[in-house]
């Protein structure tokens, strides 16, 4: 499997250097040359098959040669055996024909767990290999470093350093991070906010000689395909337990950077029948903006009870946008640059075709707290803020009755305990028997100031072989 990029003017790469690659040498983001079909028939034949044996029949096509089958297999079966529900993605039912599937069941709540717990193994297989070492730098407000972090303690050949705004994670985010420890793990707390960090990775990213050529940066947000690649899987899992593929599905999905939904825009081109895809924005909604208006224009940013979906521009969408372009890298570039400093739109009739799949909503944190609220009055059920969004646009763009509605639920409610304290509930969601320890275990990080120089140094004197 070769792998392009959305703006055409960079070299193809295989999936080991695209697992090492973050953005494409001409800014774009890479995507699968050609993606593999499923017939509905061999999807069929899937039916009760193990979470892990079910990923492998819809990854193995884009890993391919890269690595060898029964590797791969011993891979996933050790990524999603740490999850603490057999059914790894289990369906909960919310009314006659609506669901919400939890994908917070992994090692720290979110379904971020779901890429980055194989990602890091991935990672790591393909490392011993070239006999190469990494170093991930990173910047988090929340789950992503969590994720990232647990998803690599345990890798020989990376070493992980997450940057984190000093006294601005809540605590149970940051003892998530600091409580790892590993010689590997570098926790840094930057006197700043999230934005201070998020410079400095990309500085870092952009001139690497503070680490004297001995090693290199990777990245493991949401442009690293491997993030999404493992996304497409619990599509197919939901629709199977559903009674796909021979009824079409509907999901709705919470997002800021495009990037879970668009692992199911992808089930769908490899022949999972789904009829609708809702795209559930918080206050910052540019994907929604673009989607009701066809007009898609920067905002200021907005800090909303749903943090991990605050952001300005979607940078997964690109990959959207190269597909309705009838993959045109030239059109695509043209227009992202334009959007930098303008509003854009597409053509009308691509637009459209993108309106047959796509609806969306944006929801407020006021509506957030009712919808958690109104769900647990009907099913003593508590939903993330995050998820409650989910929830919300599913009911309000409800094409069909009669076809399954499925939320994504991207995290557990004790993530965030202020969305549900702020609903007016009397309920505390508890955090999970397997995280129940969590506030008594020690933690370890280190206190920098909002320094770009003190940040490179310290992670060029704690990497491995430094
Ligand atoms: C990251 C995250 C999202 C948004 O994911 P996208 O990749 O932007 O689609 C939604 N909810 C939670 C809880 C998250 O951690």
Not at 183 to 193: M, P, R
Not at 249 to 258: E, L
Request: glycine content about 6%.
């Amino acid at each position: 499997m070769r792998y392009i990029s959305t703006r055409g003017d960079a070299p193809s790469l295989g999936f080991e250097d695209v697992l090492l690659t973050g953005l494409a040498t001409d800014g774009g983001l890479y995507v699968p040359e050609s993606l593999p079909k499923f017939s509905l028939e061999e999807i069929r034949s899937w039916r009760g098959l193990s979470y892990a044996e079910l990923a492998f029949k819809v990854m193995h096509p884009f890993v391919d040669d890269a690595i060898p089958a029964d590797d791969f297999r011993a891979m996933l079966d050790e990524t999603y055996n740490q999850f603490a529900h057999k059914a790894v993605a289990p369906l909960v039912q919310l009314d006659s024909n609506e669901w919400v599937m939890e994908l917070f069941r992994g090692p720290t709540l979110a379904f971020k767990d779901f890429a980055l717990q194989l990602l890091g193994r991935l990672l790591d297989y393909v490392l011993e290999k070239r006999k190469q070492h990494v170093v991930i730098m990173g910047a988090t407000s929340g789950d992503t470093g969590s994720a990232a972090i647990e998803g690599c303690r345990h890798c020989e050949h990376v070493d992980i350093f997450i940057l984190h705004p000093h006294e601005r994670v809540s605590e149970v985010q940051r003892r998530q991070m600091t409580t790892v420890i590993g010689d590997n793990v570098h926790n840094i707390a930057v006197k700043g906010n999230f934005d201070d960090c998020q410079r400095m990775v990309k500085a870092s990213f952009g001139d690497q000689s503070f680490l004297k050529g001995e090693t290199q940066l990777v990245a493991v947000n949401s442009i690293n395909w491997a993030r999404i690649m493992a996304q497409i899987v619990y599509y197919f899992q939901a629709s199977l337990a559903l009674g796909g593929p021979d009824r079409s599905m509907a999901f709705s999905v919470p997002t800021g950077n495009f990037g879970d939904i668009f692992a199911g825009y992808l089930a769908r081109e490899m022949g999972l029948p789904i009829s609708q895809l809702v795209i559930a924005t918080n206050r910052n909604d540019i994907l929604h903006r673009f989607m009701s208006g066809n007009r898609y224009e920067k905002q200021q940013l907005e800090h909303t009870l749903s943090p991990s979906m605050d952001i300005m521009v979607s940078s997964n969408f690109e990959r959207l946008l190269f597909d309705l372009h009838g993959r045109d890298g030239a059109a695509v570039r043209d227009l992202l640059e334009r959007a930098q400093t303008e509003a854009v739109s597409i053509e009308d009739y691509r637009w459209k075709s993108a309106r047959k799949l796509f609806d969306s909503d944006a929801v407020d944190d006021a509506t957030t707290c009712e919808i958690i609220r109104e769900v647990f009055d009907q099913n003593e059920y508590l939903l993330d803020p995050h998820t409650a969004i989910g929830v919300r646009a599913a009911r309000n763009c409800r094409r069909d009755d009669s076809v399954p509605m499925i939320t994504l639920g991207t995290a557990h409610p004790a993530k965030f305990p202020d969305a549900v304290k702020q609903s007016g509930m009397g309920v505390k969601p508890e955090l999970p028997h397997h995280l129940a320890d969590l506030f008594e275990r020690e933690e370890r990080y280190t206190v920098l100031d909002d320094d770009l120089k003190s940040v490179q140094d310290f992670i060029a004197s704690h990497w491995k072989s430094a």
